[in-house]
Nanobody, 122 residues
């Protein structure tokens, strides 16, 4: 497995923005699809967004108007732009690479990052 590293988390006030990054370092094989997930305190891990190799993106309904997933210029880098953040967005955010997109569903692989903490609080 190729190490996957998330970064960019932190503390932000309600209504603020953050951009998370995901890098699959050491991989020379382009990643066709990746997804972002999050795990809120006391909750199961849930899907946030995904993007495929041609740039088509998919979102959980509660986040499609506030979050944007994108591919970076560098090979195998991805971003999650989060706007209008709410306290309920507080979670550990995870990147998953080399999953499968079926319809509008992203099926994760076993290739997970360690997660990055996002805390939305005043």
């Amino acid at each position: 497995q190729v190490p996957v590293v998330e970064s960019g988390g932190g503390l932000v006030q309600p209504g603020g923005s953050l951009t998370l990054s995901c890098a699959a370092s050491g991989s020379f094989v382009p990643i066709a699809a990746m997804g972002w997930f999050r795990q809120r305190p006391g909750k199961e891990r849930e899907f946030v967004a995904a993007i495929n190799w041609i740039g088509s993106s998919y979102y959980a309904d509660s986040m499609k108007d506030r979050f944007t997933v994108s591919r970076g210029d560098a090979e195998n880098t991805f971003y999650l732009q989060m706007n209008s953040l709410r306290p309920e967005d507080t979670a550990v955010y995870y990147c998953n690479t080399r999953g499968t997109i079926r319809g509008e569903n992203y099926i994760p692989s076993d290739n997970w990052g360690q997660g990055t903490q996002v805390t939305v609080s005043s």
